[in-house]
DNA sequence: TTGACTCATTTAAACGATTAACCTAGCTTT
DNA sequence: AAAGCTAGGTTAATCGTTTAAATGAGTCAA
């Protein structure tokens, strides 16, 4: 027999549709004698309501929607369980697109999530491209939108962000305290005018802020600029290591970068951080199983993944008319081995 | 204005709703002539079909949920990025729960899951516990489950599995031609009876087997026991470690431990592969990137997620009846740095 | 006794699709 | 010319809820 009804409990309870309904839903109208009849029919049937029905009816999907640049990218996971972990006790479902980098395909995901499915969207990372966004956004304003690593410059989208450039600052003069004195950078792929980074101050920012503070060489012959992909960490650090004088310290923009540049490092016969010292970015947890462990700048990741479901359920409950909200955490240094303080031995 | 609904198009088109419908979903009957004026109708509304409703009237959820027992497990990742997008392909959503190696979790997931929200189940690793499954499996006989990397012994769920008694087996040789001789074992947590394994061969008979074949040892003195978790290795090998003679390889059940083991080595003063080979199993990431890289055996990761979605889509559309499968695929040797062949010098 | 008010419950209309069953010309067929 | 088809629709029931409005039985003040 299929799944029980409102209506199988009604008669089994002799009620109508309208009080078992009450009594599912806790209204406190009900007698205690009807209440206990219905319950005890809702057990014997072992009733469960029919979410998709009442969807239909109260036109809230009890779902919410993430599209992530990159499920595979523990940075990314963890949010993600923040969010899942929220969203079960709020009784919400969660609905999970990877858009594996294509934003073909986060467009397409984009396009089947708002068919009325979910109540909110978290777009996680560079998923979704703006332009898209902002079309899908004109045909379904009512649906918030909260945006975690990537700055939209649209109003209507709330967004958290890391601070990037005191992020960026922290580690830097963290290693100028450690007793390094020339330090390098390699960056993401060009900051500042992209969309990416919307007018933000970037982790360049940060790196400059921090040696003109000091008063340390801060010149562009000190950059080196990558793609956030491993590969692409061991090249900036080759080419770093090319241009002589070379640097006793290095700030990688991402922990996948710092690794690569790790390896490069190793490859050149150097150690670390004896003759260079390294601070990475993002706090994955490979950082702190390699040898010597990465220093890095740890994200606020799981409260991220919190944070964003708590934005949403605010929109939702305020209605139309929610006021978007910016935030911006954080992230804090974790110091570990590649960056241990310079003994006294200047080569 | 809201969404446009059927009604809206059928009234602006100067039709009635079933045609409307016809036309939205492609039957074939409809003239050319009103087929355009309901498209323009449509296009010009931005109609896009409520899928709530259609689910209600279908009775299809065109919706998949899936349990994973961690999403920050890069291999687990792997396969929910396979399964993300093959659902994609087929219209149909992925309803994701992080169970976050609780079970309770899991089970408040699995529950909610089967409010006839979605159409199957895909069980990644081990998530839900068998009684619960069982238990949830007899209300809802008519959701299809696939289980994989996890062999619940319950007819009715189709089962995707890595064959880790071959898998070990072959690393464990090809230790043996790499010229060791004395290979011990890190092994997971009590194999062979748990209902985890449910008769199955283990990666312990693998490396047992693999052994015998050689006429080599393959007492219980060679076997650590383990977690899984990073820590878990490294306690691991120092213990193996204390037990003279040591081994000059071993073969670890995965890679976490392999990476805790590599640590311990290293902690030992011990080169690697030089005074003890290693090779690991699951092929993560950060496998690759460890200095030396880590041989290990890869699973099919990104098929296995594929798969599931095959699997299910068929049980989808055999109906109940459907007739479950059991697959087992083979995990492929990955050679790297930690187990390069043993150079004659024998210390 | 009669309204006016509660209180506990029922009735019935939605929600937005799908779909079986019915309708109506216009053409064959016999 | 009557019956039978077919192509191209339309009508209306239905999926399982929620919920505003209606109902009916007490209670109580006037």
Redesign the interface.
């Known amino acids: 027999m299929a ?1 029980a009804t409102l209506k199988d409990v009604a008669a089994r309870a002799g009620v109508s549709v309208a009080t078992v309904s009450a009594v599912v839903n806790g209204a406190s109208w009900v007698t205690d004698a009807t209440r206990g009849r219905v319950q005890q029919a809702v057990t014997a049937l ?1 009733y ?6 009442r ?2 009816k109260t036109k809230q ?1 009890y ?1 919410v929607g993430a599209i992530v640049s990159d ?2 990218n ?1 940075f990314f ?2 949010i ?2 923040g969010l ?2 929220a969203l ?1 006790e709020t ?1 919400r ?6 858009a ?1 980098h294509r934003f073909d ?1 986060a467009d ?2 984009l396009h ?2 708002l ?3 979910v109540d909110g969207l978290v777009l996680i990372g560079d998923s979704v491209q703006e332009a898209s966004l902002a079309r899908h956004l004109e ?2 304003p009512s649906v918030p939108v909260v945006a975690i690593e990537r700055d939209y410059g649209l109003d209507g989208v709330s967004t958290l962000l890391v601070d990037s450039e005191q992020g960026a600052h922290d580690a830097t003069a963290h290693l100028i305290e450690q007793g390094y004195g020339r330090i390098g950078l390699i960056a993401g792929p060009t900051e500042g005018a992209g969309s990416q980074t919307h007018g933000r101050a970037t982790r360049t920012e940060g790196w400059r802020r921090a040696l003109a503070e000091a008063g340390r060489p801060h010149g562009d012959n000190l950059i080196a600029r990558g793609t956030f992909r ?1 590969e692409s960490g061991v090249e900036a650090m080759d080419e770093l290591l090319r241009r002589p004088p070379r640097p006793d310290a290095v700030f990688v923009a991402n922990d996948m970068m710092a ?1 690569g540049a790790m ?1 490069a490092l ?1 490859q050149a016969g150097l150690r670390i951080p004896d003759d260079v010292a390294l601070v990475g970015f993002d706090d994955i ?2 950082s702190a ?3 010597p462990a990465m220093s890095t700048m740890a994200m606020p990741t799981r409260h991220l993944g919190r944070a964003a479901h708590e934005v949403l359920q605010d929109h939702l409950t305020d209605g139309p008319g929610y006021v978007t909200v910016r935030r911006t955490y954080r992230a804090s240094l974790q110091v570990r081995g590649s960056s241990l303080a310079r003994v006294a031995a200047t080569e």
Chains 1, 2 share one sequence.
């Open positions: 799944n072992h469960r309501p029919n979410r998709v029905a969807s239909l999907a779902a499920v595979t523990p996971t963890e993600i369980r899942s972990h079960q009784d479902h969660l609905v999970l697109c990877d594996d395909l397409a995901h089947r999530l068919d009325q499915q045909q379904y491993y690794l390896h190793r947890p490979v199983l390699v040898a």
